[in-house]
T-cell receptor, first 111, second 113 residues
Framework: AQSVSQHNHHVILSEAASLELGCNYS??????LFWYVQYPGQHLQLLLK??????LVKGIKGFEAEFIKSKFSFNLRKPSVQWSDTAEYFC?????????FGKGTRLSVIA | DAGVIQSPRHEVTEMGQEVTLRCKPI?????LFWYRQTMMRGLELLIY????????DSGMPEDRFSAKMPNASFSTLKIQPSEPRDSAVYFC???????????FGSGTRLTVV
């Protein structure tokens, strides 16, 4: 069965700082990978997804993620964060079962 | 497109009472999922349906939990009797086919006192 590990529980950044959130998964087969964002009090929204092809995928709001198969990783990045990026970020993997989510990383962006 | 619609948004109930959560998936989506979100355990899959048929309910914590999908546009998750440890946010999600990203509803925040 697949599993997802997100290394950082809570990240605090100043506005304009660069962001990288780690995500590793365990599954030996073909996977589809996702990052979702949950703003305070709201539901999960899709940021970006990887199915196949170019391992560098771009999503909404300037986010991107890179799939590195050899490292079983799918880290999320953003060059310059804004206060409005304050939210919880979830990495998710789909192998031969429905989406499995990591525990999430809370991002706090301060002015 | 109205998205995935869940009701109620908030539910406060007393221990021992029956609770029913409702979900209307996106029209045309043939897979529906119920997740539970808590601080301690994160997002856990409870059960999912393909074409209205329950496929895997191994995530349902106890016999107190049951879910139905009588047609393609409606699903319920019932807890009877409810307990304080059931307090969580319950999300419904839907998708089409096996690969599409899931679209989540706004969730139901359940508090059992």
């Amino acid at each position: 069965a697949q599993s997802v590990s997100q290394h950082n529980h809570h990240v605090i950044l100043s506005e304009a700082a660069s962001l990288e959130l780690g995500c590793n998964y365990s599954y030996g087969g073909t996977v589809n990978l996702f990052w979702y964002v949950q703003y305070p009090g709201q539901h999960l929204q899709l940021l970006l997804k990887y199915f196949s092809g170019d391992p560098l995928v771009k999503g909404i709001k300037g986010f991107e993620a890179e799939f590195i198969k050899s490292k079983f990783s799918f880290n999320l990045r953003k060059p310059s964060v804004q206060w409005s990026d304050t939210a919880e970020y979830f990495c998710a993997v789909k192998g031969n079962t429905p989406l499995v989510f990591g525990k999430g990383t809370r991002l706090s962006v301060i002015a | 497109d109205a998205g995935v619609i869940q009701s109620p948004r908030h539910e406060v109930t007393e221990m021992g009472q029956e609770v029913t959560l409702r979900c209307k998936p996106i029209s045309g989506h043939n897979s529906l999922f119920w997740y539970r979100q808590t601080m301690m355990r994160g997002l856990e899959l409870l059960i999912y349906f393909n074409n209205n048929v329950p496929i895997d309910d191994s995530g349902m914590p106890e016999d107190r939990f049951s879910a139905k999908m009588p047609n393609a546009s409606f699903s319920t998750l019932k807890i009877q009797p409810s307990e304080p440890r059931d307090s969580a946010v319950y999300f419904c999600a839907s998708t089409t086919g096996g690969l599409g990203p899931y679209t989540f509803g706004s969730g139901t925040r359940l508090t059992v006192v």
